[in-house]
């Protein structure tokens, strides 16, 4: 059963063809983005496919000159280049196309932001879109088949996530998510950081699948994972940039006794976090609910801001008082502050702290009644 679901960054990209720059699209492995391209391009002639994981085709660019690079791309409109992170000094041949192939649509497609970030931004500064893609999105399914059906659908997103294979398989999620969660998602650390253990960074995710929600020490996961300090950051760093989890920062701006300094770290999907600690129990026999209904609607509504073009500043918010807010959005100046509640009989009011700090805040509980409005 392939579902042929309408991705929110179609439109945007049809938009941005032959306008004279190259496209960017970034996001993990498998999350749909050469089936996003094959369906904007299709498979016509003028079309040039290259897969940067393939030897012969990394080979093809080194020491590539734009003669060499012009009779190559010769007759096509289009050149696609997926996994371009894997091609040495990439941000320096895509310049070298967009400065002297014009009337190409030049697309690169990258499963890691370490070249596509660090050396693509310098020499294709203002030549360039840049987008990334996620895992499916509830409004994605929604307006597939409508809200009814997505909602009904919502305690197998929390458990199995939205990655495609997954969405597409039903009966299979549990085997797809564990060679996703095994190292295919990451197998651009493994290789480019040569890392000796990756046993140590599988036991890092982990624990971080554990802590969804809470506060993250550096110091507290170094210890339960061997691991010290400095090699603790440098293996999150490097898994946000495979798109694997994102941080979220504290909110200080007024009071003495804001945390300044803390993070927490969410996952991009519920599915590759529940794969992590092997659990796969019903929504309803879980200890972990809230953290797991956190996860879900802070990973969703990251989809929703970006593929919206909204233009938010995200945060939680806590004091040493321990007073705390799950998630913050300052948008144009103004603070739009979100607790997380899986039943929707549970109550929260907004801290006195916070709104006489912030006088002007908006305040919502989000619950399975309601969020839809949060994420549409």
Request: contains cysteine; charged residues 25%; proline residues 3%.
């Amino acid at each position: 059963m392939l579902l042929m679901v309408i991705r929110s960054l179609q439109t945007v990209l049809q938009k941005k063809l032959y306008d004279g720059k190259a496209i960017i699209l970034t996001g993990a492995r498998q999350v749909g983005k050469t089936t996003l391209l094959q369906g904007l391009f299709g498979n016509s002639d003028d079309t040039l496919w290259l897969n940067g994981d393939e030897a012969d085709v990394r080979a093809l660019f080194d020491n590539a000159t734009s003669t060499r690079l012009k009779n190559l791309f010769a007759g096509k409109k289009n050149v696609v280049i997926d996994e371009a992170q894997r091609i040495a000094d990439i941000g320096v041949k895509l310049k070298l196309i967009t400065d002297n192939i014009p009337g190409i649509q030049l697309v690169a497609t990258g499963s890691s932001a370490f070249e596509l970030a660090n050396k693509i931004n310098e020499p294709l500064t203002g030549r360039k879109w840049e987008y990334q893609m996620f895992p499916l999105s509830f409004g994605e399914m929604v307006n597939h088949h409508g809200l009814i059906e997505e909602r009904r659908l919502l305690p197998q997103r929390l458990l199995y996530g939205y990655y495609p294979d997954i969405v597409n398989n039903p009966g299979e999620e549990k085997e797809i998510l564990k060679q996703l969660s095994d190292s295919y998602l990451y197998k651009d650390i493994l290789t480019w950081e040569n890392i000796q253990k990756p046993e140590k960074l599988l036991r890092l995710l982990q624990a971080l699948a554990f802590q969804v929600g809470s506060q993250v020490s550096y110091n507290e996961l170094g210890t339960m994972c061997g691991l010290d300090n400095k090699t603790v950051e440098k293996y999150i760093n490097l898994l946000e940039q495979v798109f694997i989890i994102f941080r979220l920062s504290s909110f200080s701006r007024n009071l003495r006794n804001e945390l300044k300094n803390s993070r927490k770290i969410y996952f991009y999907d519920n599915g590759i976090r529940n794969a992590l600690i092997a659990n796969f129990n019903q929504p309803e026999l879980r200890t972990d609910i809230g953290a797991l209904w956190e996860n879900f609607m802070i990973s969703e509504r990251m989809k929703f801001v970006n593929y919206n073009g909204i233009w938010a500043n995200q945060y939680y918010w806590r004091t040493k008082e321990q007073n705390e807010i799950d998630y913050l959005e300052d948008i144009d100046g103004k603070l739009h502050a979100y607790e997380f509640k899986w039943s929707s009989k549970a109550r929260a009011v907004l801290s006195k702290t916070f709104s006489n700090a912030y006088p002007g805040s908006e305040f919502t509980i989000v619950h399975p009644g309601n969020f839809d409005d949060f994420l549409l």
